[in-house]
């Protein structure tokens, strides 16, 4: 029995020998074929950017031979060579080309996941539908947004931020929010962030339904408002003075006015670091934000914050101090206190400043 | 010899007979699912990359990595070098000087133009206490050095946590190199799935390895037989059993030449263990225990395509101290966390990994040994067929052959290494010895680590260091 076992065993791992095998020649020889299609492409491109419009046959044959992703990929490639040689005129048959690439929209659609993620890919990279509101082609993404692969859903609301519609990225955002897969939420507000069409309408959408979305959602949609605009104020104070707000979404907003100091918001933050929080991360996220508001009462609630209990609000404030420029002379009661934790939070970011205004100068 | 005697003997030796078939069967079918799921796994990455399934941007996740050294000043230099050459923004490197009694530290203040810093340091986990900290904020990321009491291995990395800054940190070892585009393809996992609380990588032997800035620029198995058989050896294990654990989140071992790691969870968990020499795999089965006991949503993940360059041991001498050591590692924290041992509530870990280390990594020397003193046994009453014995032995060797073979060519060729004919053949010749010959050498030290034990407690186990191989 042991021996019919692993007799059946070797046999595999031979078979599986021989796969390894054939795998190194069929991917050498695919190079190959895909090499001389790539010149082919190039080829035909080239010709084709001397006319005003792609030739009728020309689309079709794209049309016909990008249904097959080798032959999509060796395009992309062609396309790349062909723009070291002449990018103006490349960019220009690029948007030619979006007839084709929307009729090979629900080509791809039909094919295994891993396949279909490459369509956006090359929607994306050469914005090749943007400004153009096709609801086949956005339909087509939010469909991918669903699916369970990662990079399917990543590379297909890449595609949507292309495109620039406000209405299809937002349908995209509510999709992500109802999933049960989980999407990495800097990948979200990095890629709100790349979106390519009118921000203010995108922004405007994302407020009038900020609050039906979940937690997670909210503070990934306060962070993409973090960078890319300060324009929001009012309304991030509005929710950072809530305090039903759940906690994280709090946070958020006190580092939000850490970007872009705003008068208003600084009583409460001087509240959020003299009064009990129920939560450190309140006062060690306000000793961080306070850097941006320099005044005199700031520096006397960071020096009280510098004895605090908790290590990172110490930290934190020690940074922040640092960060106003103040100088030893004015630190001196905390340098000579009783605290010898606070003194050596202190003298620790001196040093580092010392270490960078080094680096400075020798640069 | 009497009948009733010889007849017990023979039914000593068909109890035993019986227990090996049973071992056998489940030892070849487990290298065969492994092998067989680890290819397609690697075909399938690969299959992952070529369609743009990858991430198209850099999503910097904030990562310290700790370098815990001892006695290191041959290789620490080049290791912080190739460090600062890869391929990522976001990181702080953390070289922890365990008390060496060489030049370590000297070495690193002047290749890097150090200074002393009065740093606070934030001791979330116990450790030896700090002599000096050196910070040099001289090159892309912030380096530092914490030069501290020798505590052991473990001990320099609770400090390394307790410096470092990050919210992940990756261990290493000083005489390894990461491959430049190594940690942006470790985090993946991370990104993948927000549970993850560790991420192992693949550590590969450095012996004739050409790099340079991180990048392998000539690749060829190592003229040291000894390395070379263990490159085979490498391919095999970190193919096989590594993927197949990480289907079903089993994996129990991440190495400590290039492992990351949640911070939060490991200091929750309670660090590095002093206690035990295997403190890589201990800290792995200590977050399993913590996590399922605490009833956490976790995962530990493998991360195929992050790739570590170690030196592998030149000398039979060296090789069979690294054995010793990591075997007795393995008793130490099988036995310290044997709650897991048949036990429900963790499932998988604990009826298929823990079983498998405990029955095919701690006890399989005493196994093997027991074989060969059985066969012996055999043939000195009369009781073994000798031409059988030789045709199994030949056709395991053979499978154990194409299982290595199979892993030597999904490994190279998944990951674009070019390999001449002439190594293909170096391998073939190889893999066959390592399996007839080493394994059994091997499976002997093993069997010895238990002598002598309680004197290494917090010995490094050195190896002989040589420059690494960089440009």
């Given at each position: 029995m042991v021996e019919t076992l692993i007799y059946t065993y070797l046999a595999i791992c031979v078979s599986m020998i021989i796969f390894n095998i054939v795998c190194i020649y069929y991917f050498h020889r695919r190079d190959k074929v895909l090499l001389r299609c790539n010149n082919r492409f190039v080829e035909d491109i080239l010709k084709q950017i001397q006319l005003e419009q792609p030739d009728e046959k020309h689309l079709k044959d794209l049309s016909k031979k990008l249904t097959k992703v080798n032959y999509l990929m060796a395009f992309d490639e062609a396309l790349e060579r062909a723009y070291e040689k002449d990018p103006d005129r490349v960019k220009t048959y690029i948007r030619q080309l979006s007839s084709v690439f929307v009729y090979l929209t629900l080509e791809y659609l039909k094919k295994e996941k891993i396949k279909a993620a490459y369509f956006p890919y090359i929607i994306n990279k050469y914005d090749i539908l943007r400004g153009l509101n096709i609801t086949l082609v956005t339909d087509a993404m939010l469909e991918l947004v669903k699916d369970e692969n990662l990079y399917c859903r990543e590379n297909a609301l890449q595609a949507l931020y292309s495109i620039g519609n406000a209405n299809s990225v937002l349908e995209a955002l509510k999709i992500l929010d109802k999933s049960e897969f989980y999407h990495y939420s800097k990948m979200i507000y990095d890629g709100l962030l790349l979106f390519k069409g009118n921000r203010l309408?995108?922004?405007?959408?994302?407020?009038?339904?900020?609050?039906?979305?979940?937690?997670?959602?909210?503070?990934?949609?306060?962070?993409?408002?973090?960078?890319?605009?300060?324009?929001y104020c009012e309304k991030i104070l509005r929710i950072m003075i809530d305090k039903k707000e759940e906690d994280e979404i709090r946070y958020n907003c006190i580092r939000y006015f850490a970007r872009y100091p705003y008068e208003p918001a600084l009583s409460f933050l001087y509240d959020f670091a003299e009064q009990e929080q129920p939560f450190w991360e309140y006062t060690a996220i306000t000793a961080s934000a306070l850097a941006s508001y320099p005044n005199e009462k700031t520096i006397s609630v960071l020096k009280v914050l510098l004895c605090n209990p908790n290590w990172y609000v110490r930290y934190n404030a020690a940074e922040s101090l640092n960060k106003l420029g103040l100088r030893y002379e004015e630190l001196i009661d905390v340098f000579e206190g009783k605290d010898r934790y606070a003194g050596e939070m202190l003298r620790y970011r001196f040093d580092q400043k010392r270490l960078a205004e080094r680096r400075n100068r020798y640069e | 010899m009497s009948n009733s005697t010889f007849l017990i003997i023979q039914q000593i030796l068909d109890c035993i007979n019986v227990f090996f078939v049973i071992y056998l069967i489940g030892y070849s079918s487990f290298l065969f699912l492994s092998v067989v799921i680890g290819s397609s796994e690697l075909y399938r990455k690969k299959r992952q990359e070529r369609f743009k399934n990858s991430l198209l941007r850099d999503y910097y996740i904030p990562i310290s990595i700790i370098v815990p050294a001892y006695n290191e000043e041959v290789t620490v230099v080049e290791t912080v070098q190739s460090l600062l050459a890869l391929d990522y923004t976001l990181y702080e490197i953390v070289v922890v000087d365990d008390g060496s009694k060489d030049a370590t530290s000297r070495k690193l203040i002047e290749a890097f133009q150090m200074e002393p810093i009065r740093r606070p340091v934030h001791r979330k986990i116990k450790c030896q206490p700090e002599e000096f900290i050196y910070e040099s904020s001289m090159y892309k990321v912030p380096l530092t050095l914490v030069r501290k009491k020798n505590g052991g291995k473990a001990d320099a990395l609770n400090m390394g946590i307790n410096a470092c800054k990050y919210p992940y940190f990756i261990c290493m070892d000083a005489d390894s190199v990461l491959q430049y585009d190594s940690l942006s393809r470790i985090v993946r996992p991370l990104i993948e799935d927000q549970n993850v609380v560790a991420v192992g990588g693949v550590v590969r032997p450095s012996n004739s390895v050409e790099l340079e800035r991180g990048r392998v620029v000539n690749y060829q198995l190592p003229e040291n037989i000894l390395a070379c058989m263990q490159v085979l050896e490498y391919d095999r294990s970190f193919l096989a059993s590594r993927i197949l654990f990480?289907?079903?989140?089993?994996?129990?071992?991440?190495?400590?030449?290039?492992?990351?790691?949640?911070?939060?969870?490991?200091?929750?968990?309670g660090g590095y263990d002093h206690s035990t020499m295997g403190e890589d795999m201990e800290l792995v089965l200590k977050l399993h225990e913590y996590c399922v006991l605490n009833n956490l949503p976790y995962s530990i993940k493998y991360?195929?395509?992050?790739?570590?360059w170690s030196q592998a041991?030149?000398?039979?001498?060296?090789?069979c101290k690294q054995r010793k050591r990591w075997h007795l590692g393995l008793f130490q924290s099988?036995?310290?966390?044997?709650?897991?041992?048949?036990?429900?509530?963790?499932?998988?870990?604990?009826?298929?990994s823990y079983f498998y280390f405990l029955l095919y990594e701690l006890l399989s020397p005493f196994i093997e040994i027991l074989g060969v003193a059985t066969m012996v046994a055999a043939f000195t009453v009369d009781l073994i067929n000798i031409p059988f014995m030789l045709l199994f032995f030949l056709i395991y060797a053979v499978f154990g052959c194409t299982l290595t073979m199979t892993a030597f060519f999904a490994r190279t060729q998944t990951v674009d290494l070019k390999i001449s004919f002439i190594d293909v053949l170096k391998a073939l010749f190889l893999c066959f010895f390592e399996i007839t010959v080493l394994r059994f050498i091997l499976a002997f030290v093993r069997s010895t680590a238990f002598i002598g034990y309680k004197k290494k407690k917090l010995n490094w186990g050195r190896i002989e260091r040589k420059k690494i191989n960089i440009k």
């Open positions: 309408e995108l922004d405007e959408k994302i407020w009038e339904n900020f609050f039906s979305f979940h937690t997670t959602m909210r503070v990934t949609l306060l962070n993409y408002f973090r960078f890319s605009s300060g324009d | 990480d289907k079903f989140n089993g994996s129990l071992i991440i190495s400590g030449a290039f492992g990351l790691f949640r911070k939060e969870t490991v200091i929750a968990a991360a195929t395509d992050a790739i570590c041991p030149e000398r039979l001498k060296d090789l099988m036995w310290k966390h044997r709650v897991m041992l048949a036990s429900p509530k963790f499932g998988a870990i604990s009826f298929i």
